[in-house]
């Protein structure tokens, strides 16, 4: 039986919530590899083999990030964390505009051990003291992601 106390803490709300995968976000990267690969193609070489390269990296990278928040989702307890910062990064870079947020967070797991983590996706509308929801491996907390800030998740 768990402790009140220690619902309160890990976030009620995390253990009813249940995941759905973001069709949108599947179908959108799915478009983006198939372009990828297309002009690929269709371009003669040396292109063939950078846009080539450039759409496996890319599929390596979505594999990777859909297998760590699967693995979180699976395995989820959920704290409540407070952004520690927020900034912007690539400021001045032509393409970023005003930059990319940034936020670090910290939370405290069930072991009662302060963990950090730092995040780009779901970072606007936050600031300095902000809290908000955060998933992480029981086995390894320092293996955390903010609920917010999932790409091919989203909780209802």
Known sequence: MIESSHLNQVGLATFVAQPKIRMRAVLFFSICLAALAFISYAK??????????????????????????????????????????????????????????????????FDQRTYHGETGWGAQCLHKGSRLTILYEPGNPARNHPLRGFIFFSFT
């Open 44 to 109: 003669p070489q040396p292109y063939r083999a950078a846009y080539g390269s450039l759409g496996a990296v890319t599929a390596v990278i979505l594999v990777l990030q859909y297998r760590k928040e699967q693995g979180l989702i699976r395995n989820r307890l959920s704290a409540t964390g407070v952004v520690t910062d927020y900034h912007l990064r690539g400021r001045g870079a032509p393409h970023l505009g005003k930059g990319v947020p940034i936020i670090k967070y910290e939370f405290v797991a």
